[in-house]
């Protein structure tokens, strides 16, 4: 008997455990761990991963056969599907959850095949599956086993390739074009038909004669200079036919240029060297790279993959999320060209699972992405890189809530690789660990050429509050100035973090409130809509205060859109860029912006904390910070840490290249500690504080901590149910372990359901991953509380 354990896709406590299934005899040899299958269940028919196979089953009544094979290889190989079960445990999520996670978006809800012959030899000799054509789309959950069977053995020796194709709106990217209906003379003869002075159509006559038989994309001929109305009247006039052109998808924007390797300076080499030791030793060593802004760090990245590359093995790289990646991704592709694989947020579906296919097959030795890239199949790891690390995108905020860096570091046990953790800005958690020993340090004192680090002015703005009240403080204006008059440029930042523009009335101070959360709506501007952030709710903007039906009923707070307007009335000459969620939606416009100022087509750019990192732009020499301490009164206990690096930061992008830079920052807090760290640019001097606060406060790095959140519709409920649970950990963990709450969360109701959380600080605990599971599956049985946790949450709200 042959017998498959399955996981199935239904995401609950009672189906986290492996199911036996019956592997039909015709498939014996080729059902393989990893593999998705279609299996019976109840009355439904569900997929699920193979996970284990078998001889035999514990189970004791009649086992259900496997209804049908949905991969022909695996989609999950060895390695992942360990990884995954170490991330189900200390996640406490679900096995399903984590298989899922890793495979790219598209691909967990499509099954359809396509089977490419690989010679017409084979077209012939299949004629039961082709019939003539090179090519054919088949379901797999309605395949015969037989047809399985030939299909798993024709792909065993190599005579077709399988693709899944995707739903189609994901699949490939569709475009409008053109294609010529008439013959060339017929197209000769319509030219006297129309006005000489028509140069539009008349051109796109030419273009239609000459490239008669061509799918013409019609972006194509906009961009050469013929009218959109041009098109349209050849369409309508008969010359030509509009279609649909199926484009290659091509997750790179533009074609880049070469670059070979620099010559490193003493620091960099020193860094690369011991990376590359440990490449050739096959030695997982974690290391910190810790470099000020514009040391070279990636440059140390990119030889030391290479190092692994020219050993035979491959290079994972991880960014954080959209901010940096295009300047970033550009450097690594000139460096390694085609053998780079790109996982990135701001593709498609579709994009990211061609990607995700050329890796799992093999043809790509580097791979670049965000957080779940982590889970790339690449095989082989010589390297694994974590640029930014302090970034707080690392760490996934649903469920599975997984830690990137934690992950990285499986990876490397896995692949007997270093990983090398950099940042200008490390996580208090991983500085912590250099310093004890766990971690290696490497370090890049100085930017590169020993340029200076910018000089940072603090400007205080309840000083300059009384004199203008204008957004820009006077000392930034008088320097926005002189930089203009030079053609040099500047970065503006607004600090978004707990920042949204909300309405007030002026006069009675009513706030408009979302019906279904504790939270204030945010005005829209662009939608002419007040929206809650956690609902979705929307209503219109009202005109009168609803309270006291005052008019004066405002915006306070501003955004970006504001800041641009107040830059464009003060400076009316300098040209203007703005990058924050709303001029960045549509694909590609983040590398268009970043493009555009780079080429000078703009002096100043300004935005959100979207363009405070990665950003390596060499004629910038003024960043000013307008809002620097909007996250500071955050009731988090890691909010000086975010301050303190973001403002570092951004403050990295002045002066780069051969132009000293400099720096301002506007604050009503000019006193704390993180902002005057952030003056000297002072990341071991802010360490050294900040570790002695979190020892006082017994927090991270120093405490490992839990967050556990339950909710419920009814506020009673969840409270009772909390109280209870306080007390059983309470009674389970050790009298070290500290236990907090249960407290309602900074933002109780949520689309009407109501939270609390409870926090768990402790060092050693050997009870308490079995006390959190007795606790997930009482909760699943009472079903009263919706309960999840959190391990190593980022902030405690
Ligand atoms: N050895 C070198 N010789 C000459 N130029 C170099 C060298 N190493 C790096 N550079 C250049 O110095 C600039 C800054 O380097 P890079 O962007 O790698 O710094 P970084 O430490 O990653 O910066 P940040 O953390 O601020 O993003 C880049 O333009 C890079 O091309
Ligand atoms: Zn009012
Ligand atoms: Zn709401």
Same mark, same amino acid.
């Given at each position: 008997?042959?017998?498959?354990?399955?996981?199935?896709?239904?995401?609950?406590?009672?189906? %986290?455990?492996?199911?036996?299934?019956?592997?039909?005899?015709?498939?014996?040899?080729?059902?393989? @761990?990893?593999?998705?299958?279609?299996?019976?269940?109840?009355?439904?028919?569900?997929?699920?991963?193979?996970?284990?196979?078998?001889?035999?089953?514990?189970?004791?009544?009649?086992?259900?056969?496997?209804?049908?094979?949905?991969?022909?290889?695996?989609?999950?190989?060895?390695?992942?599907?360990?990884?995954?079960?170490?991330?189900?445990?200390?996640?406490?999520?679900?096995?399903?959850?984590?298989?899922?996670?890793?495979?790219?978006?598209?691909?967990?809800?499509?099954?359809?095949?396509?089977?490419?012959?690989?010679?017409?030899?084979?077209?012939?000799?299949?004629?039961?599956?082709?019939?003539?054509?090179?090519?054919?789309?088949?379901?797999?959950?309605?395949?015969?086993?037989?047809?399985?069977?030939?299909?798993?053995?024709?792909?065993?020796?190599?005579?077709?390739?399988?693709?899944?194709?995707?739903?189609?709106?994901?699949?490939?990217?569709?475009?409008?074009?053109?294609?010529?209906?008439?013959?060339?003379?017929?197209?000769?003869?319509?030219?006297?038909?129309?006005?000489?002075?028509?140069?539009?159509?008349?051109?796109?006559?030419?273009?239609?004669?000459?490239?008669?038989?061509?799918?013409?994309?019609?972006?194509?001929?906009?961009?050469?200079?013929?009218?959109?109305?041009?098109?349209?009247?050849?369409?309508?006039?008969?010359?030509?036919?509009?279609?649909?052109?199926?484009?290659?998808?091509?997750?790179?924007?533009?074609?880049?240029?070469?670059?070979?390797?620099?010559?490193?300076?003493?620091?960099?080499?020193?860094?690369?060297?011991?990376?590359?030791?440990?490449?050739?030793?096959?030695?997982?060593?974690?290391?910190?790279?810790?470099?000020?802004?514009?040391?070279?760090?990636?440059?140390?990245?990119?030889?030391?993959?290479?190092?692994?590359?020219?050993?035979?093995?491959?290079?994972?790289?991880?960014?954080?999320?959209?901010?940096?990646?295009?300047?970033?991704? %550009?450097?690594?592709?000139?460096?390694?060209?085609?053998?780079?694989?790109?996982?990135?947020?701001?593709?498609? %579906?579709?994009?990211?699972?061609?990607?995700?296919?050329?890796?799992?097959?093999?043809?790509?030795?580097?791979?670049?992405?965000?957080?779940?890239?982590?889970?790339?199949?690449? *095989?082989?790891?010589?390297?694994?890189?974590?640029?930014?690390?302090?970034?707080?995108?690392?760490?996934?905020?649903?469920?599975?809530?997984?830690?990137?860096?934690?992950?990285?570091?499986?990876?490397?046990?896995?692949?007997?690789?270093?990983?090398?953790?950099?940042?200008?800005?490390? +996580?208090?958690?991983?500085?912590?660990?250099?310093?004890?020993?766990?971690?290696?340090?490497?370090?890049?004192? =100085?930017?590169?050429?020993?340029? @200076?680090?910018?000089?940072?002015?603090?400007?205080?703005?309840?000083?300059?509050? *009384?004199?203008?009240? +204008?957004?820009?403080?006077?000392?930034?204006?008088?320097?926005?100035?002189?930089?203009?008059?030079?053609?040099?440029?500047?970065?503006?930042?607004?600090?978004?973090?707990?920042?949204?523009?909300?309405?007030?009335?002026?006069?009675?101070?009513?706030?408009?409130?979302?019906?279904?959360?504790?939270?204030?709506?945010?005005?829209?501007?662009? +939608?002419?809509?007040?929206?809650?952030?956690?609902?979705?709710?929307?209503?219109?903007?009202?005109?009168?205060?609803?309270?006291?039906?005052?008019?004066?009923?405002?915006?306070?707070?501003?955004?970006?859109?504001?800041?641009?307007?107040?830059?464009?009335?003060?400076?009316?000459?300098?040209?203007?860029?703005?990058?924050?969620?709303?001029?960045?939606?549509?694909?590609?416009?983040?590398?268009?912006?970043?493009?555009?100022?780079?080429?000078?087509?703009?002096?100043?750019?300004?935005?959100?904390?979207?363009?405070?990192?990665?950003?390596?732009?060499?004629?910038?020499?003024?960043?000013?910070?307008?809002?620097?301490?909007?996250?500071?009164?955050?009731?988090?206990?890691?909010?000086?840490?975010?301050?303190?690096?973001?403002?570092?930061?951004?403050?990295?992008?002045?002066?780069?290249?051969?132009?000293?830079?400099?720096?301002?920052?506007?604050?009503?807090?000019?006193?704390?500690?993180?902002?005057?760290?952030?003056?000297?640019?002072?990341?071991?001097?802010?360490?050294?504080?900040?570790?002695?606060?979190?020892?006082?406060?017994?927090?991270?790095?120093?405490?490992?901590?839990? =967050?556990?959140?339950?909710? +419920?519709?009814?506020? %009673?409920?969840?409270?009772?149910?909390?109280?209870?649970?306080?007390?059983?950990?309470?009674?389970?963990?050790?009298? *070290?372990?500290?236990?907090?709450?249960?407290?309602?969360?900074?933002?109780?109701?949520?689309?009407?359901?109501?939270?609390?959380?409870?926090?768990?600080?402790?060092?050693?605990?050997?009870?308490?991953?079995?006390?959190?599971?007795?606790?997930?599956?009482?909760?699943?049985?009472?079903?009263?509380?919706?309960?999840?946790?959190?391990?190593?949450?980022?902030?405690?709200?």
């Amino acid at each position: 008997m042959q017998v498959a354990k399955v996981i199935v896709d239904v995401p609950s406590r009672q189906t %986290n455990i492996p199911f036996s299934y019956l592997i039909p005899d015709n498939l014996s040899d080729s059902v393989t @761990v990893g593999m998705r299958v279609q299996v019976p269940f109840g009355r439904r028919k569900i997929t699920g991963f193979v996970v284990e196979l078998s001889d035999h089953s514990d189970f004791d009544g009649k086992l259900k056969p496997i209804e049908a094979l949905i991969d022909l290889t695996p989609v999950i190989n060895p390695e992942l599907m360990d990884l995954a079960v170490k991330m189900s445990q200390t996640t406490y999520s679900f096995l399903i959850s984590c298989l899922q996670t890793m495979l790219p978006g598209g691909m967990r809800t499509s099954f359809a095949k396509r089977i490419t012959a690989k010679s017409e030899q084979v077209v012939k000799e299949n004629d039961w599956l082709f019939q003539g054509k090179s090519s054919v789309e088949i379901n797999p959950s309605t395949t015969a086993e037989s047809t399985t069977k030939k299909l798993l053995d024709l792909n065993k020796s190599d005579e077709i390739v399988v693709d899944y194709v995707l739903k189609r709106n994901s699949s490939a990217i569709e475009v409008l074009g053109i294609k010529a209906t008439m013959t060339p003379e017929q197209l000769d003869k319509q030219r006297g038909l129309i006005r000489a002075n028509a140069t539009s159509q008349h051109k796109l006559l030419n273009v239609l004669s000459e490239q008669n038989n061509a799918k013409l994309l019609q972006s194509d001929l906009v961009k050469s200079g013929i009218s959109a109305s041009a098109i349209k009247s050849a369409i309508d006039k008969g010359w030509a036919k509009q279609i649909k052109i199926h484009q290659n998808r091509n997750p790179f924007m533009q074609p880049v240029k070469q670059t070979s390797a620099l010559k490193l300076n003493v620091a960099q080499q020193n860094a690369v060297d011991k990376v590359s030791l440990s490449i050739d030793e096959r030695d997982a060593t974690r290391f910190l790279l810790e470099g000020v802004t514009g040391s070279g760090k990636t440059e140390v990245y990119l030889q030391s993959m290479a190092h692994a590359l020219e050993q035979g093995r491959t290079a994972l790289m991880l960014v954080p999320e959209i901010t940096l990646t295009p300047q970033i991704v %550009n450097r690594i592709r000139s460096r390694f060209g085609d053998q780079v694989a790109m996982l990135h947020s701001a593709m498609s %579906n579709g994009e990211r699972f061609d990607e995700w296919q050329r890796i799992n097959r093999g043809k790509a030795k580097v791979v670049v992405g965000v957080r779940s890239a982590i889970f790339a199949p690449i *095989k082989n790891l010589g390297v694994i890189i974590v640029d930014e690390e302090h970034d707080s995108s690392y760490k996934q905020s649903d469920n599975p809530r997984y830690q990137t860096r934690e992950v990285a570091k499986f990876r490397a046990d896995y692949n007997h690789c270093p990983v090398v953790f950099g940042s200008a800005t490390p +996580s208090l958690e991983s500085r912590a660990r250099a310093q004890k020993g766990v971690y290696q340090l490497l370090s890049l004192p =100085k930017r590169i050429n020993d340029q @200076v680090l910018p000089k940072v002015d603090v400007v205080d703005m309840r000083q300059e509050l *009384k004199n203008s009240g +204008s957004l820009l403080s006077a000392p930034l204006q008088e320097k926005i100035t002189e930089k203009l008059s030079r053609h040099e440029q500047i970065i503006l930042m607004l600090n978004r973090r707990g920042y949204a523009s909300f309405l007030m009335c002026r006069d009675c101070g009513y706030v408009p409130q979302c019906p279904n959360c504790d939270i204030s709506l945010t005005v829209h501007k662009n +939608s002419h809509s007040l929206q809650c952030h956690y609902c979705g709710h929307q209503e219109p903007i009202p005109t009168e205060c609803p309270m006291c039906h005052s008019k004066r009923i405002r915006n306070f707070g501003y955004g970006s859109e504001q800041l641009e307007e107040q830059v464009k009335e003060l400076f009316p000459d300098a040209r203007t860029l703005r990058m924050d969620v709303d001029t960045t939606r549509k694909k590609g416009s983040h590398e268009r912006i970043i493009d555009a100022f780079a080429n000078h087509e703009a002096d100043i750019l300004l935005g959100t904390q979207m363009i405070a990192k990665g950003l390596d732009f060499p004629d910038v020499t003024l960043v000013g910070v307008l809002n620097s301490d909007s996250a500071l009164q955050f009731p988090d206990f890691r909010s000086s840490e975010r301050t303190f690096e973001l403002l570092t930061q951004v403050a990295g992008r002045a002066g780069r290249a051969d132009k000293v830079g400099e720096v301002v920052i506007q604050t009503y807090n000019p006193n704390h500690y993180a902002i005057k760290f952030a003056k000297t640019q002072d990341y071991e001097g802010f360490y050294q504080k900040e570790m002695g606060i979190r020892r006082l406060g017994k927090y991270p790095p120093f405490y490992y901590t839990i =967050k556990i959140t339950g909710n +419920s519709k009814n506020e %009673n409920t969840v409270m009772t149910r909390m109280v209870a649970l306080t007390s059983y950990l309470k009674e389970h963990l050790s009298s *070290k372990a500290i236990v907090l709450g249960p407290t309602p969360k900074m933002i109780t109701r949520v689309n009407n359901q109501y939270y609390y959380q409870i926090i768990i600080k402790y060092r050693f605990e050997d009870q308490l991953q079995s006390a959190l599971n007795r606790i997930l599956n009482d909760s699943q049985k009472l079903k009263d509380v919706q309960l999840s946790i959190d391990n190593e949450p980022l902030d405690f709200m």
